[in-house]
């Protein structure tokens, strides 16, 4: 997840997908991308040290993370197990006037929600909560029972408070820093199966080689190039999970064109080769 995400979510009249990440996941370690849609985590357990633009905290078992429309997002996790939910907030939307407004206020950034939402805040926490278990039970009734969920969720949001203008904090299309990153990272997605050096990153930039090395990294916590190599390495994860095709056309069809590279690349992101991986 380095980019702005294109992916389906769900279906067309539930566009919800649940994630559990583990550190056997491909996506174990979330590197900065973005959505248009919302995405909640949980801790289930460990620590999860999360960026949401420029906010950094870290977050416990028992915490929710609230991810806004069009954030910069990365995690990091430490001996964590945690879950993921994205959703497109439209499949809410509700022909009431105060349900429209509300969402459409999400969906355009003038509202930004509560981003982390600790246990000691009782009521919203535990409505956060109660989405994730309504779509893990997957009973015949489950989607009437996570949309009741989501709707009480967001809900209690209102109630509570949990929300505020985003004028104060500066819209993430008028952050020219966010904006020069989400060039960039989209760059590295339609480019990763190609020669990409430093300087056609810094180009890509509109900065010096120079300058764009430290920028890069004090926005994403890589380097260009250990970014880049995580976001080949996570590609190729992919193709060893769903596809048949052999070790050597995986690396060269995810950027790299030397084979002992690739392993030895993996080894030190997977913590193992790429066979093991593909038979775990």
Same mark, same amino acid.
């Given at each position: &997840? ?7 979510? *769900? ?30 985590? =949980? %801790?289930?357990?460990?620590?999860? +040290?999360?960026?949401?633009? /420029? ?6 078992? *028992?915490?929710?993370?609230? %991810? ?22 439209? $499949?809410?939307?509700?022909? !009431?006037?105060?349900? =429209?407004?509300?969402?459409? +206020? ?22 956060? /909560?109660? %989405? ?22 967001? #809900? ?7 929300? *505020?203008?985003?004028? *104060? /904090? ?18 590295? =997605?339609? /480019? ?8 056609? &990153?810094?180009?890509?930039?509109? &900065? ?5 090395? +430290?920028?890069?990294?004090? &926005? !994403?916590?890589? !380097? ?13 994860? =992919? ?16 950027? $790299? ?17 790429? #066979? ?5």
């Amino acid at each position: &997840m380095v980019y702005n995400e294109l992916e389906q979510r *769900g279906t067309t009249d539930f566009p919800v997908s649940l994630y559990l990440l583990d550190k056997d996941h491909s996506r174990y370690h979330m590197a900065a991308h973005w959505h248009s849609e919302i995405e909640l985590m =949980r %801790v289930l357990e460990g620590e999860l +040290s999360v960026t949401l633009n /420029n906010n950094h905290f870290v977050a416990q078992k *028992g915490d929710v993370v609230f %991810v806004n429309s069009e954030t910069v997002h990365r995690a990091t996790p430490r001996d964590c197990l945690y879950e993921c939910i994205v959703f497109h907030i439209n $499949f809410l939307y509700m022909d !009431t006037h105060s349900c =429209r407004f509300f969402v459409e +206020s999400l969906l355009n950034r003038d509202y930004i929600v509560t981003e982390h939402i600790l246990p000691t805040n009782k009521e919203l926490n535990e409505a956060g /909560n109660a %989405v994730f278990d309504a779509l893990k039970k997957q009973s015949s009734g489950y989607k009437f029972r996570a949309i009741a969920a989501f709707y009480n969720f967001f #809900g209690t949001i209102i109630d509570s408070h949990a929300y *505020g203008l985003s004028s *104060g /904090n500066a819209k993430l299309t008028d952050d020219k820093n966010i904006a020069r990153l989400k060039k960039i990272l989209s760059f590295i =997605r339609e /480019n990763y199966d190609r020669p990409i050096t430093l300087e056609n &990153m810094a180009q890509t930039a509109e &900065m010096s080689p120079k300058y764009f090395g +430290s920028y890069f990294k004090n &926005m !994403t916590g890589k !380097t260009p190039i250990e970014y880049l190599n995580e976001y080949r390495i996570e590609k190729a994860c =992919r193709k060893l999970t769903y596809t048949d095709k052999n070790v050597t056309d995986i690396a060269f069809s995810c950027g $790299f064109n030397d084979l002992s590279y690739f392993i030895k690349t993996f080894k030190q992101i997977k913590g193992s080769s790429p #066979g093991k991986f593909r038979n775990r």
